[in-house]
């Protein structure tokens, strides 16, 4: 069979799955094929998601993903995707993005405390949490993520983490239970929530540190906003590149080995912050790609060190393409 018959069948078999599961779900629900996935990232780089669906009920989650399990489809979760590069190709898969308004609560509980859907915006949860005169999210400030992102990755900056302010979480299992985990059962590290590898967080109750004055909470964030915009470029970007190796900085590395300014493509090191890799207009996820591999190989020349990737090559593994 041709390549071109072959990929005409593969379309018209995701076009009868995505059918199939539209009619599962009730029509608040989108079912979308080919979904550009670069318009839903920071990067703005890959091709597109064989499905995407945006489920507006948690029954709906429940169907879609006991669909995928049933048909083995592998499922991909998708934030504000701000940690990801797309492969060129795309991603061949169900990916489940938690944006409808559904998954986007921020409720006061007793004692402070706060429940916020995985769909929150951090940028929203700061905001409110300061309204409500709640400290300790102040760090949350510039992460371009969503909760559910920020959990699965550990999100931190300025000295705080985001498992500093977790009690609990809420997550389906790609079986379609759902738990409620405390902190203490979960395994959590720098960048990392091993249990969120597989479950899809639905939310999760954050304590707040204390409480003061709105104003002053405010006046903290507005610090750290100055920070991190006269540190960090503001190309379209994924964030920090690569893990700090342990005790030193990723960045440092990068500027250490001459590399700001270094080129793929539209992809280059960014000369405000070596750890940044931004798109210059039309990068190409071969370009990334490239620019890690030379990056890695580089400092590893310099430094002896081995760089770790801490964005994440959606839906492959980056040893695979490394
Ligand atoms: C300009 C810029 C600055 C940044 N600064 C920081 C920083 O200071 N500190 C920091 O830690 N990061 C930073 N980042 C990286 C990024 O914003 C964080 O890692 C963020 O937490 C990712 O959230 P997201 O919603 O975009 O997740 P995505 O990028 O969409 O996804 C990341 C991972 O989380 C998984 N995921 C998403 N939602 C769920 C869910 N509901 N359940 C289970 N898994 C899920 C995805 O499958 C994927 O594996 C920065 C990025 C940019 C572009």
Redesign the pocket.
């Given at each position: 069979m041709s390549a071109y018959r072959q990929s005409q069948s593969d379309s018209a078999r995701w076009d009868e799955t995505a059918e199939r599961l539209r009619a599962n779900l009730s029509p608040a629900s989108k079912v979308i094929r080919e979904e550009s996935l670069a318009g839903r990232?920071?990067?703005r780089v890959g091709g597109a998601a064989r499905i995407l669906c945006e489920p507006s009920s948690l029954d709906d989650l429940r169907k879609a993903v006991a669909y995928a399990h049933q048909q083995a489809i592998p499922l991909?979760?998708?934030?504000?995707?701000?940690?990801?590069l797309v492969p060129d190709a795309g991603v061949e898969g169900l990916v489940i993005s938690?944006s409808h308004q559904q998954?986007q609560m921020f409720e006061l509980r007793p004692e402070g405390k706060i429940w916020v859907g995985?769909?929150l915006r951090?940028k929203n949860l700061c905001g409110l949490a300061a309204k409500a005169g709640l400290v300790g999210f102040e760090f949350l400030e510039?992460?371009?993520?969503?909760?559910?992102?920020?959990?699965?990755?550990?999100?931190?900056?300025?000295g705080g983490w985001?498992f500093d302010v977790v009690e609990e979480i809420q997550?389906m299992t790609r079986g379609g239970q759902v738990f409620t985990w405390p902190k203490a059962q979960l395994h959590v590290e720098y960048?990392h929530c091993l249990e969120?590898?597989e479950?899809?967080?639905?939310g999760a109750l954050l304590k707040p540190a204390s409480a003061a004055e709105s104003e002053q909470i405010k006046r903290q964030i507005d610090t750290y906003r100055d920070k991190?915009q006269k540190s960090?470029?503001r190309d379209?970007?994924?964030?920090?590149i690569f893990k700090n190796p342990p005790g030193d900085s990723a960045g440092r590395l990068i500027d250490a080995a001459g590399l700001k300014g270094e080129r793929r493509g539209d992809a280059e090191v960014s000369l405000v912050h070596a750890n940044?890799i931004v798109n210059r207009g039309h990068a190409t996820s071969a370009d990334v790609i490239a620019l890690v591999r030379h990056v890695r190989a580089r400092v590893q020349e310099a430094s002896g060190v081995t760089l770790e990737p801490?964005?994440?090559l959606?839906g492959q593994e980056w040893k695979d393409v490394l």
């Open positions: 990232t920071t990067l991909h979760v998708l934030g504000r995707g701000s940690n990801l938690l998954w995985a769909g951090l510039g992460i371009p993520g969503n909760v559910g992102g920020a959990l699965r990755m550990n999100a931190g900056a300025m985001m997550v960048r969120l590898d479950a899809i967080a639905l991190r960090q470029p379209p970007s994924a964030g920090c940044f801490e964005v994440l959606y």
